[in-house]
């Protein structure tokens, strides 16, 4: 434990990316093959491998009760050391810098115990009185790094790409290999084992764990496409629903959402019709509100999602339909590196079999030559009651978890984008009760919150006092008319143009910020980047 958070210091106090590979190859080298899977998946943020569905249910009250049962503190002088901290991974240092340090006694192994009965506890009651055991017997170094694992925040300047990175170095191989065996297996510290083996060439496709889902990024005009795409690209209708990738094999079925949880207990009336279907396959597509041969408005469809149950009621008055556009995986090959042109053909000879159209939809996609048929096309999709065009290269192949110009999403006139709500105010007036007015941030290259602008309008009232009853629960510090909150909800926010601005760090401001929706299908890691707020304001 002591190597582990050692390095995590020092990772975090260099902005090289060779440092950073060179102290994590140091590091694994020390490491047993246990171990170097623990620390692999501890470094990339998570406590579990992606293929493991299960949560913490940790959040920000539990650390707060922990710290302050093992170094009572006035409850001013705590909420000052937040404010100026602004990390609880580093107010947990602190605090727990004033006690005498005790032996350093843990283990990676007993952090991955803390996390398997975090995991299996009942009631936060239970929770938190496991946090406190383990950061009790903890030095303040480690209580920093095991709450900010914990919380999902470790910001040390590492994404999971660079621990690729890292990996790839420490045992010779290539980094596309490293890649590759750790999105098929879902799990960065059994890739890490392998690679040190020598074994990377045994991993499989693993079904039932999310492959991170291919991005697209906003296009501001038609001459955008034209120049990504001189030769021909193939257009879809942006339907305004619920990302989602579906895993079938035998009579096995799981459903991810874009936050990369399993959401099938959801969706009962899909199960049917998608495990009718032939073989093994991992499809990619989004679940609609779907009635009279159309999408419904979100809005409207909203109502189902977060439903741990659906009854008989629901199912009448909100029936959904899943709108297939791609297929990742079919019968043992994986279709990842194929172009979209081939994957697109597989998916139509899959769902050309299926007997019942009404729930399972295969997504239509034109192909065009010139970007001047955009408009016409757009104007189609906004009169069929959807949100605008995705388009699409068909020589693509499809990257996991990026974000690239292979695709493009044309919504509006205008883009969007979507950001993370860091702060939020009491509103003015009739909202005077309620947490209305939100800060919202991007994302820099290293995963920091750079805040770009703030918005009040575009939810409905039933919308806005849902989130104020999340945010009360969710707020790290209250100064009385603003609040700042754990930055967890994800916004769609449109605007009129982009501008520079000495008022938020990341030297931008968003001009007439408007919300489109609430983003409860995405992660906060799946925002956008500074770089396409640079892009939208003209600096390339």
Not at 261 to 267: F, I, K, N, Q, T
Request: hydrophobic share 45%; proline share 5%; glycine share 8%.
């Amino acid at each position: 434990m002591q190597d582990f958070v050692h390095t995590s210091e020092a990772v975090a106090a260099t902005r090289s990316r060779l440092e950073k590979a060179a102290q994590l190859q140091t590091l694994f080298s020390r490491l047993s093959d246990a171990d170097l899977a623990r620390a692999a998946r501890y470094l990339s943020g998570r406590a579990f491998p992606l293929s493991d569905q299960r949560v913490l249910n940790v959040g920000y009250a539990n650390v707060r009760d922990a710290l302050l049962t093992l170094v009572p503190t006035p409850d001013e002088a705590y909420s000052h050391l937040v404010v100026r901290l602004a990390d609880m991974g580093d107010v947990a240092y602190e605090l727990l810098g004033r006690r005498p340090d005790p032996p350093p006694t843990l283990t990676l192994a007993d952090l991955a115990d803390l996390f398997d009965q975090l995991a299996a506890a009942s009631g936060a009651k239970a929770r938190g009185k496991l946090l406190t055991a383990t950061l009790a017997r903890a030095t303040a170094l480690e209580a920093k790094y095991i709450v900010k694992i914990v919380m999902g925040e470790l910001r040390i300047g590492l994404q999971e790409g660079q621990v690729e990175d890292a990996i790839a170095r420490a045992y010779g191989v290539r980094v596309e290999a490293v890649q590759w065996a750790n999105m098929l297996l879902g799990d960065l510290g059994e890739t890490a084992v392998l690679a040190r083996q020598g074994r990377l060439g045994e991993a499989h496709m693993r079904l039932f764990h999310p492959i991170k889902f291919m991005l697209a990024s906003p296009a501001a005009s038609p001459d955008d496409v034209a120049k990504q795409m001189p030769s021909g690209f193939l257009v879809e209708d942006k339907f305004d629903g619920v990302r989602a990738q579906v895993h079938k094999q035998g009579g096995r079925l799981a459903i991810f959402s874009r936050t990369l949880d399993e959401v099938a207990h959801r969706y009962p009336e899909l199960h049917a019709p998608l495990l009718a279907l032939p073989g093994e396959f991992i499809l990619d597509g989004e679940i609609l509100g779907w009635r009279d041969g159309r999408a419904i408005p979100f809005t409207e469809f909203q109502a189902r999602l977060g439903r741990k149950t659906v009854d008989a009621e629901l199912l009448a008055s909100l029936p959904v339909a899943f709108m297939a556009f791609d297929l990742l995986y079919q019968d043992g090959d994986v279709l990842l590196e194929q172009p979209l042109r081939e994957r697109r053909r597989c998916l139509e000879t899959l769902l050309a079999v299926f007997p019942h159209p009404y729930s399972l939809i295969l997504s239509q996609a034109a192909e065009f030559q010139a970007a001047t048929a955009l408009p016409a096309a757009f104007d189609a999709a906004r009169e069929r009651g959807n949100e605008g065009l995705m388009v699409k290269e068909p020589g693509s192949t499809y990257k996991p978890g990026r974000r690239g110009k292979e695709w493009l999403k044309v919504k509006r006139p205008l883009a969007t984008l979507d950001v993370v709500v860091t702060g939020v105010e009491w509103g003015n007036g009739k909202r005077r009760h309620v947490l209305s007015d939100y800060t919202f941030a991007v994302q820099d290259d290293e995963g920091q919150l750079l805040e770009v602008g703030k918005a009040y309008s575009g939810l409905t009232d039933a919308e806005i006092a849902e989130l104020t009853a999340w945010f009360q629960a969710h707020t790290i510090e209250d100064y009385g008319k603003f609040r700042r909150v754990e930055p967890l909800i994800v916004l769609e926010v449109a605007f009129d143009n982009v501008q520079p601005s000495d008022r938020h760090p990341s030297g931008y401001a968003l001009r007439f910020p408007r919300i489109v929706r609430v983003g409860t299908d995405k992660l906060p890691a799946d925002i956008d980047t500074l770089d396409t707020v640079r892009a939208l304001a003209g600096v390339r």
